[in-house]
Antibody
């Protein structure tokens, strides 16, 4: 059974930093891309960042580029997002999700997300 | 950047009725479109990928159609557990944007 478990959320002051880990199990972690999607309170889904299975390629939404860094440790089956210079508008539930292309398109195309964690809440406030 | 527009914003139907949800892309996404279901307090669940393929374990009452810029999610006969928010998402170009969602509520 595929499981994704996020942690590390909490209250942080504007300008502060936070690192969110997501521990994966139930599949061959190194062969799948991983991503983070966030949802502000009462709002829709916003893709944040993604990383290929080999860690060769990373992708970021313009809203977080230069502030967030995604990484993964395939030996620990864990993906991370390091969030710096946090702003009030970064307040959201952050979901970790497994990326898939289902065999179509090119190797540089974006992903769908076929399994999701339950999310961890990040609140940026003074 | 591709923008996805979902309609209607809210759909009020009764169990047993047919639901038709729409997603329109600002430019062609070929068939690279997915649909997700999200219930309150839960993570999204992938329903449909590549416009018309059901994901693992998704009941046959869910179907998707369309290509290019216009897509439809159809639920043939609503079950009580189907009342939720539905999102479309494209993976044709970076960033992989989501639509703003359609809330399917009990009438």
């Amino acid at each position: 059974e595929v499981q994704l478990l996020e942690s590390g959320g909490g209250l942080v002051q504007p300008g502060g930093s936070l690192r969110l880990p997501c521990a994966a199990s139930g599949f061959t972690f190194s062969t799948y891309a991983m991503g983070w999607v966030r949802q502000a309170p009462g709002k829709g889904l916003e893709w944040v960042t993604a990383i290929s299975g080999s860690t060769t390629n990373t992708y970021y939404a313009d809203s977080v580029k230069g502030r967030f860094t995604i990484s993964r440790d395939n030996s620990k089956n864990t993906v991370y997002v390091q969030m710096n210079s946090l702003r009030a508008e970064d307040t959201a539930v952050y979901f970790c999700a497994r990326g898939r292309r289902y065999g179509s398109g090119s190797h540089s195309d974006p992903y769908y997300f076929d399994y999701w964690g339950q999310g961890t809440l990040v609140t940026v406030s003074s | 950047e591709i923008v996805l527009t979902q309609s209607p914003a809210t759909l009020s139907l009764s169990p047993g009725e047919r639901a038709t949800l729409s997603c329109r892309a600002s430019q062609s996404v070929s068939s690279y479109l997915a649909w997700y279901q999200q219930k309150p307090g839960q993570a999204p669940r992938l329903l449909i990928y590549d416009a018309s393929n059901r994901a693992t374990g998704i009941p046959a009452r869910f179907s998707g159609s369309g290509s290019g810029t216009d897509f439809t999610l159809t639920i043939s006969s609503l079950e009580p557990e189907d009342f939720a928010v539905y999102y479309c998402q494209q993976r044709s170009n970076w960033p992989p944007a989501f639509g703003q969602g359609t809330r399917l509520e009990i009438k």
